[in-house]
């Protein structure tokens, strides 16, 4: 039988969400998917900077969609040595290898206030890659 914590779990507060995403990314090994806002980058300057610096230097495909004004995204595809792509939904979302997906469900004010819920489920990460790309190329 299949463990519920094998493949799902909610986590709460902002510093062990980031901790469980880091955990995830860094553990990816072909691809990487990240759906949030430029705010979110902004905010997590050094976790991304590091994170993308990673990823780059495994050679671990990275596609990013980000919400915001196109020119910020411009300056953050600069900062960061990324090609993140302007997507106007109001989501945010991380998908390793199209295995494990982390989304984040509230917008706490307050930093442990935030809910994101894990899935390790390569079926609906893959059904939520291909949405994502199919609403990139719009």
Known sequence: ?????DISGSIKGKSIIYNHLK????NSKKEVVICTS?????SKARFFNQLFQRLR???IKLTVGLS????????INTKFKIKA????????FYISDRKEVLFMISKG????????????????ANSLCFMFNQALKE
């Not at 039988?1 to 914590?5: V, Y």
């Not at 930093?111 to 609906?124: G, K, M, S, V």
Request: hydrophobic share 35%; aromatic share 6%.
């Open 85 to 92: 792509k302007q997507l106007n939904i109001d989501a945010r």
């Open 23 to 26: 955990e995830i990314l860094e």
């Open 57 to 59: 230097d495994n050679n």
């Open 68 to 75: 915001g004004e196109d020119k910020d995204i411009k300056k």
């Open 38 to 42: 430029i705010n979110e980058i902004q």
């Open 1 to 5: 039988p299949i463990r519920q914590e």
């Open 109 to 124: 004010d307050q930093p442990d206030e935030e809910i994101a819920i894990w899935l390790n489920t390569p079926f609906f």
